[in-house]
């Protein structure tokens, strides 16, 4: 049996290395996010007790360990993943109030019920949260939607309701298993600037 020449040998490996690479680099992708998340306001001087409040009816699907978010998708819009986070939507966007208020001063209390003599209390009623990406061997596309309702209550009363929305969408060649962590903190840090100003400014009034 005659054998491969070595050039013909080398092109050959080349090409199933360079096949095994692209294929690879197609399928990194993190499917799930994470808790970690960096506060971004720079309002300081806050005290008092704060409640960080979300509806009870919160839970997770039943049978699942995890809650879907979104899907991973091909050029062909076929979905080869879905994106997961271990902790309900809502439970993601009350830990990082806690950490905003946390750093701006107030003693921050996450809660699933609010108690009737709270004096200050921020309760998260609704959220929206969709994350979906794009793979193929080229590059990776991820797009993060969030919406929250937020009502403020003093002292057992609702004085304010209040609406925070952002989108954003990243695409990358590089870092695949780092995107989509990136563009749910770019999109939930978008909404807390937004948010956390203004609710701060209206527990300050009168």
């Not at 080349?14 to 992708?29: N, Q």
């Not at 808790?35 to 979300?54: A, F, K, Q, R």
Request: proline content about 4%.
């Amino acid at each position: 049996m005659r054998q491969m020449r070595p050039q013909l040998r080398f092109t050959s490996c080349l090409l199933l290395a360079l096949t095994i690479s692209l294929t690879s680099g197609c399928a990194r992708y993190a499917s799930r996010i994470n808790m970690l998340y960096e506060p971004v306001t720079s309002v300081h001087g806050m005290s008092g007790d704060l409640y960080i409040s979300i509806k009870p009816a919160v839970q997770k699907p039943s049978g699942s360990a995890v809650w879907a978010l979104g899907e991973v998708t091909d050029d062909d819009g076929k979905v080869i993943d879905h994106l997961t986070s271990p902790r309900p939507p809502a439970e993601l966007i009350q830990a990082a109030l806690v950490q905003e208020f946390k750093q701006a001063g107030y003693s921050t209390l996450a809660v699933s019920t609010i108690r009737a003599d709270a004096a200050q209390v921020v309760e998260v009623h609704r959220v929206e949260l969709t994350i979906n990406q794009v793979s193929n061997l080229v590059e990776i596309k991820a797009t993060c939607k969030l919406l929250i309702d937020i009502d403020i209550r003093k002292n057992g009363q609702v004085i304010r309701k209040l609406q925070y929305a952002s989108k954003y969408t990243q695409t990358d060649i590089k870092d695949r298993d780092l995107l989509v962590q990136t563009v749910f903190s770019q999109t939930l840090q978008a909404v807390m600037r937004q948010a956390v100003p203004e609710i701060i400014a209206i527990l300050g009034q009168g």
